[in-house]
């Protein structure tokens, strides 16, 4: 989502949320995520008054529309989740294994994120070829 908003000139933030997150979705047959950590991109957005501004997330796998930080937080099942906000060009935040230390990575080439992205590209087309078939999900 970055790319795409850095593609339209956009430069963006974003926010990260750690805690034992848990959000309901039709686009998993359990009807349901739940997630050690999260991260979407946001804007600072002109709200009302001249010359105030308010962050917003951009989460389409959340919203539909661009949401508060605390109302993206306040979806995530979590109430004492943890916020850090931090550069847009952080691939990475906090690290673990691999010989990763307490920390934020960044990934200007885009290799890490095009392989974390194929993977997951590559468990979405699994699924949607087992018995549960594709997205959206009978939920109720």
């Known amino acids: 989502m970055r790319r795409i908003m850095l593609g339209m000139g956009v430069t963006s933030k974003k926010v ?26 946001t804007l600072c957005v002109r709200g009302p008054g001249l010359f105030r501004t308010t962050e917003m997330v951009i989460d389409p796998a959340l919203f539909s529309a661009p949401v508060s930080v605390a109302g993206w937080q306040g979806v995530q099942g979590d109430p004492g989740a943890t916020l850090t906000p931090s550069d847009g060009s952080v691939f990475y ?37 087992s018995a549960s078939g594709p997205p959206p999900y009978a939920c109720p």
Not at 16 to 41: D, F, K, M, Y
């Open 93 to 129: 935040l906090w690290g673990t294994g691999s010989g990763l230390s307490w920390g934020s990575y960044t990934d200007p080439a885009y290799s890490q994120t095009n392989s974390v992205l194929a993977f997951y590209r590559l468990q979405l087309q699994a699924r949607a070829l």
């Open 16 to 41: 990260w949320i750690q805690g034992g997150l848990r959000v309901s979705t039709a686009n998993n047959p359990n009807c349901e995520v739940r997630w050690g950590w999260h991260v979407a991109p």
